[in-house]
C-alpha cells in the first residue's frame, strides 16, 4: 500500500505570494490532517479534513485555509505569505482522524518564504 | 486545552544502553491516547508506540517500552539495546478520544543520539 504523499516537496516563494500544498492519502483513509513544524513553535496542528469536511481547525489565521477533494485527496493554501510561514508542513492521513487511530504522516513540504 | 511538557532537549547515550525519555501531559479529560514519535533526519514522522488512557497495562513494541502513569500524567518511553538507528528527535503527543478537536498535541521532542 503507497505511503502518503506531498507534493511539492521544496517550495521557495516571496511575501505576500500564496502557495497551495497537496496531499494523497493512504488509500481509504478518509481523514487528512496538516501541522506545520518550525524550530520555535514546534509542531503545531493546523485543520483537519474528514469526508470533505473540515471538523477541527487550529489556532492559525484565517490565512491558512484547505480543502478535501471526493477522493480524499487534500490541500492547503497560504495567501500573503510572511516571513514567519517558513516551515516544513506535515500532512497524516488516518482512517477515520480519532479513536486514538494512528495517523501516518507524509514526507513533508519544506516552504521558504523569502 | 492540553499542553505536553518533554524537559529533555537533548540525551546522548552508547550504543547498547537503555535510555529513557521523559513526558508529562496536562489535561482535565479521562479518555485519550498517547504517543511516541521518531523523526529521524530524513524528517519522516513516524509512529513508535501508543497508549490508551484507559488500560492499565504499558504498551510495549520489540524494545520501546512506556512507563504510563495516568495519576501522574507521565508517559515516559524506554529504549532497550539502543541501537544507531534510533538517533532521531522523539516526540511525544496526545490525542482526546472524543475528536481530537486539536488534533495530535505534541511536545517540543527529545534529540536522541545514540555514539558508537
Known amino acids: 500500500k503507497a505511503g502518503v504523499t506531498q507534493t511539492p516537496r521544496y517550495l521557495i516563494k516571496t511575501r505576500g505570494q500564496q502557495v497551495t500544498l497537496s496531499c494523497s492519502p493512504i488509500?481509504?483513509?478518509?481523514?487528512v490532517s496538516w501541522y506545520q513544524q518550525t524550530p520555535g513553535q514546534g509542531l503545531q496542528f493546523l485543520f483537519e479534513y474528514f469526508s470533505e469536511t473540515q471538523r477541527n481547525k487550529g489556532n492559525f489565521p484565517g490565512r491558512f485555509s484547505g480543502r478535501q477533494f471526493s477522493n480524499s485527496r487534500s490541500e492547503m493554501n497560504v495567501s500573503t505569505l510572511e516571513l514567519g510561514d517558513s516551515a516544513l508542513y506535515l500532512c497524516a492521513s488516518s482512517l477515520a482522524g480519532w479513536g486514538g487511530n494512528e495517523q501516518f504522516f507524509g514526507p513533508g513540504t519544506r516552504l521558504t518564504v523569502l | 486545552a492540553q499542553t505536553v511538557t518533554q524537559s529533555q532537549p537533548e540525551m546522548s547515550v552508547q550504543e547498547a544502553e537503555t535510555v529513557t525519555l521523559s513526558c508529562t501531559y496536562d489535561t482535565s479529560e479521562n479518555n485519550y491516547y498517547l504517543f511516541w514519535y521518531k523523526q529521524p533526519p530524513s524528517r519522516q514522522m513516524i509512529l513508535v508506540i501508543r497508549?490508551?488512557?484507559?488500560?492499565?497495562q504499558n504498551a510495549t513494541e520489540n524494545r520501546f517500552s512506556v512507563n504510563f502513569q495516568k495519576a501522574a500524567k507521565s508517559f515516559s518511553l524506554k529504549i532497550s539495546d539502543s541501537q544507531l538507528g534510533d538517533t532521531a528527535m522523539y516526540f511525544c503527543a496526545f490525542m482526546s478520544s472524543g475528536g481530537g478537536a486539536d488534533g495530535l498535541t505534541f511536545g517540543k521532542g527529545t534529540h536522541l543520539i545514540i555514539q558508537p
Open positions: 497508549q490508551e488512557a484507559y488500560k492499565q
Open positions: 488509500s481509504g483513509h478518509r481523514s
